[in-house]
Every structure is written in structure tokens, then in C-alpha cells.
């Protein structure tokens, strides 16, 4: 019988991290409205950059700490998770639809800084000037989104938000909403973290499977909180807006801090199976969001067992290169 101590951590976690996602998702609503932005971009820019909070320290730390294989995995498999389990999960228990207001220009540069990470980082290493381009181009996307959702907004182009005022809290209240949300669904990582590791060491399970299973998609579980609080609230475009925006800070924001310390060479095992996997998922959730595919429970369940087999290929070694010129592609 695991320790009551880490059943209580975990499953606390994991209630502590539903309401934190939830009072972070009203929040960004909140202060989207009084932007004059859309729901989605305000899950880019709010709910996106505080739950790619984690991956950015655990990123710095790592490179500060000598070990940017660490740091590269951590950016590149949490994309991996997002484009995949944040997506499938909350289709699981509530259905939503994606896309919305905004997503073009969000899709280009999640297509563009995914294209931009895999192309850069095979033909050269991490080093400070990509890493000041890349914040550079964080920064300038930033602006640029907000600008052109509020001049959509004033000219009547963008997304009606009548229907979403009743769930959304006053001004003053949203700005208290958003960093409570945010520290709350961090300290919930942290116990769901410590008491998964905890019960799966006690119940003898390898530490292999531990790094590959609770602590690789630890800093993805902020990312399932507000999307499963997005989802239940049926805000679609939350749940996008909140995997388009943690990807693209993942990339130019974590990408670009771990650069700053470089030189850093990026392992062969990235170039030959990570990055391809990486860069076709961005491609499948792209096309779900253009589409504006209603994410369901088959669907959900589809995407994870791509996940699994990401996963089954991590461990067995799968060199997706070789199996490209072995089909003669």
C-alpha cells in the first residue's frame, strides 16, 4: 500500500490543479474582454504563457546547469504532449470544438517557429544571436497579435464575446484570477509530480518509465488543467488559443533563454526522431483547428494512442530518418 502522504499529494494535485485552471481560464476571459481581444488570443498570450511557465524554468535551470539535452528535451517532448494530450484529454470528458477568432495568424507562427526550430538547430547549434532573434520574434509576434485583434475587433471582424459576459468575472476580480490560477496550477504540478514519482518508485516500477511517463509530462499537466477548465466551460478556442500559445512560448521563449547560454549542440537523437514527430504533429493539429474539427471522445482517443506510439518508439530507439530513406522518401 503506497504512503497515504503521496496518495494525498497526488489526488490533491490534482483537485488543487482543476480549480486553478479554472479560475485561470475565467480570468483570461475576464481580461480578454476588456483587451477587446478575442477568447483565443487570449488563451495564446494568458493562459498560454502561464502554464509554459514551467518548461521555461526547468529549460533555464537545466542550460545554467550544464545539461542542455535536459533543457532541449523538455521544450521538444512538452510540444509533443501539448499538440497531442492537451488536445485529447479534455475531448475525453467534455467534447469541444476547435479554433476560432485569430487562429490563422497563430497557426503561421506555431508552423513557422516549429519550422524555424527544427531547420535552425539541424544545421547549426544553439547559440545568444538566435537566442536574442528568437525573443525578439517572440516579443514582435506579441504585439503585432494584440494590435490586430483589437483593430478586428473595432471593426467588427472579430469574435462576439455577448455570449461568453455571464461567465466572465469583472476586471478587478480577472486580475486576481490570473496569477492565483497560474501559482496554483504550478504548486499542483509539483505535488502531482512528487506523489506520482513517490507511489510509482514504491510500487517498483522502473526509473526509466518514471522519467519517460511522470516527469516527462509534468509540465505539460498546467496545459491539461486550463484545457480541461476551457473545455468544460465549452471555450474552444481556449483550449487552442492555450496549446498554440504554450508551443510558441515553448519555442521562442524557452528555446531563446536556453540559447542565450550557448553554444549548445542539439543530440542526434532530436535530428532523427523528436523533431520529425515534433513537426508532423504541428501539421495534424493545424489542420483540426482550420478545420474546426470537434474534438470528441474518438478523437481523443486517437490522439493518444499516437502519443503512445511516440512514446513506444522513444523507448525502442525508432530512427525515423533512417525509416525515410529505407521507403525511399
Known sequence: MPDPILLISLFGGLLLMALAGDLLVRGAL????????????AGIFIVGFGTSAP????????????????????????????????????????PYRTGGAGQGRALFMLLLAT????????????????????????????????????????AGKGAHQADAVMLNPPVWRAIFYVPLGIAGLLYASRMI?????????????????????????????PEIGAGLAAA????????????????VFNILGAGGIVALFGPFEVAPLF????????????????????????MGRLLGVLLLLIYAAYI??????????????????
Open 55 to 94: 518548461e521555461m524554468f526547468i529549460s533555464a535551470n537545466a542550460a545554467l546547469n550544464g545539461n542542455p539535452g535536459l533543457a532541449i528535451g523538455n521544450i521538444v517532448g512538452s510540444n509533443i504532449a501539448n499538440l497531442l494530450m492537451v488536445a485529447a484529454i479534455p475531448a475525453l470528458f467534455f
Open 193 to 221: 509530480i512528487t506523489g506520482g514519482e513517490g507511489v510509482a518508485r514504491e510500487l517498483g516500477v522502473p526509473d526509466e518509465w518514471i522519467g519517460l511517463t511522470i516527469l516527462a509530462l509534468g509540465t505539460s499537466l
Open 115 to 154: 519550422a524555424i526550430w527544427i531547420g535552425m538547430t539541424a544545421i547549426m547549434p544553439l547559440d545568444p544571436i538566435m537566442g536574442i532573434c528568437f525573443l525578439l520574434v517572440l516579443v514582435g509576434y506579441a504585439g503585432f497579435s494584440i494590435f490586430a485583434a483589437r483593430h478586428d475587433e473595432i
Open 30 to 41: 475576464g481580461l480578454g474582454r476588456a483587451m477587446g481581444v478575442s477568447p483565443l488570443v
Open 271 to 294: 535530428l532523427q526522431y523528436d523533431h520529425w514527430v515534433m513537426g508532423i504533429t504541428a501539421v495534424l493539429f493545424a489542420g483540426l483547428v482550420m478545420l474546426r474539427v470537434r
Open 232 to 247: 468544460f466551460r465549452q471555450r474552444g478556442d481556449v483550449v487552442a488559443g492555450n496549446i498554440l500559445g504554450s508551443n
Open 312 to 329: 513506444y518508439g522513444l523507448v525502442t530507439g525508432t530512427n525515423l530518418m533512417a525509416l525515410a530513406q529505407m521507403a525511399g522518401l
